[in-house]
């Protein structure tokens, strides 16, 4: 079992540009989260997909989009980059949307904006 | 809204010492609790979690939390931490019925053999 898997492991970017991350879940799950975890910070929700949709958003700028891939795999898209955005982008997955299903996560995107 | 607070940013133990790690929460609903720990070049996992019940729930690696509802805190324990345990460890809520979980900003810990 592969575990969640995310690609690619870092990127470099300047300031305007967009950027696509992407995910793959653990084997059997359907549901897939993105976080962002900024240096020192503990991981900040972005959203949640399940059945293709946005589940659940927390409190980021449209600017943070996403998708969910017939085969539950997903990708985040953040267009107009700041240097604020810089920061590790975590992928987590589980079976189904109940919280208490455990989530597991992928090492996650480095980005670097400049 | 919903937040999470860790007392300790980097706590430094010597092996066979006792650990006790604060977490307080801000949140008026039910909630579910978890503890994740980062090992060093590793993804984050979990240590344990609660929903309900027994609010002293025993995770991997012989970690333990208590819930103590009054208090909105769950600290997590280890009655004697070993050189392994280095690693930085994360307290998270959500309320019972939304996704949108909030990390604490995480305490480091360091274990001296």
């Known amino acids: 079992d592969a575990g969640v898997t995310q690609s690619p492991t870092h990127l470099i970017k300047t300031r305007g540009q967009q950027v696509t991350l992407r995910c793959s879940p653990k084997?059997?799950?359907?549901?897939v989260s993105w976080y962002q975890q900024a240096l020192g910070q503990g991981p900040q929700f972005i959203f949640q997909?399940?059945?293709?949709?946005?589940?659940q958003r927390g409190n980021f700028p449209d600017r943070f989009s996403g998708h969910q891939f017939p085969n539950y795999s997903s990708e985040l898209n953040v267009n107009a980059l700041l240097l604020g955005d810089s920061a590790l982008y975590l992928c987590?997955?589980?079976?189904?949307?109940?919280?208490?299903?455990?989530?597991?996560f992928g090492p996650g995107t480095r980005l670097t904006v400049l | 809204a919903q937040s999470v607070s860790q007392h300790n940013h980097h706590v430094i133990l010597s092996e066979a010492a006792s650990l006790e790690l604060g977490c307080n929460y801000s949140y008026g609903g039910t909630v579910n609790l978890f503890w994740y720990v980062q090992y060093p070049g590793q993804h984050l996992q979990l240590l344990l979690k609660y929903f309900s019940g027994d609010p002293l729930v025993k995770g991997i690696k012989g970690f333990e939390a208590e819930f103590i509802k009054s208090k909105f805190s769950f600290n997590l324990r280890k009655p004697s931490v070993q050189w392994s345990d280095t690693a930085e460890y994360f307290c998270a809520v959500n309320a019972r019925w939304n996704n949108d979980m909030r990390f604490g900003a995480g305490t480091r810990l360091t274990v001296k053999p």
């Open positions: 987590a997955s589980r079976a189904g949307t109940p919280s208490y299903n455990e989530q597991f």
């Open positions: 084997s059997g799950h359907d549901t």
């Open positions: 997909y399940y059945e293709e949709e946005e589940r």
